[in-house]
């Protein structure tokens, strides 16, 4: 048995959230080793402590959905979107940090 950050009990197929990262997964496998509660996710298939994951409720599970009911991403389109970024100016009316 293993418990998440906020002590909600965590079991197999649970969806959850690495707190650090914001990463989101479902609960392949839960392991205690010396005293320490591991739950594997499947999207990284990493083991996380149990304590710093957050259990995720259905309402908080966001599907993706695609134009072309395909589950493939569009590289290039990310690509391209990642350039319009990089070449964004920042207006002169931003303000100024400093002292």
Do not use: C, P, Q
């Not at 499947?42 to 710093?52: E, F, G, P, Q, V």
């Not at 964004?88 to 303000?95: N, R, T």
Request: aromatic residues 6%; proline residues 0%.
């Amino acid at each position: 048995m293993a418990f998440d950050a906020r002590e909600k009990e965590i079991t197999l197929d649970s969806h959850v959230r690495y707190v650090d990262t914001g990463t989101i997964g479902k609960v392949l496998d839960i392991k205690t080793n010396n005293g320490v509660d591991w739950v594997k996710i499947d999207k990284t298939n990493l083991w996380y402590r149990s304590n710093l994951v957050e259990l995720l409720d259905e309402k908080d599970l966001k599907k993706r959905t695609y134009d072309d009911g395909d589950d493939e991403l569009d590289i290039e389109a990310l690509k391209e979107k990642a350039a319009r970024l990089e070449n964004m100016e920042m207006d002169s009316s931003v303000a100024e940090g400093g002292g």
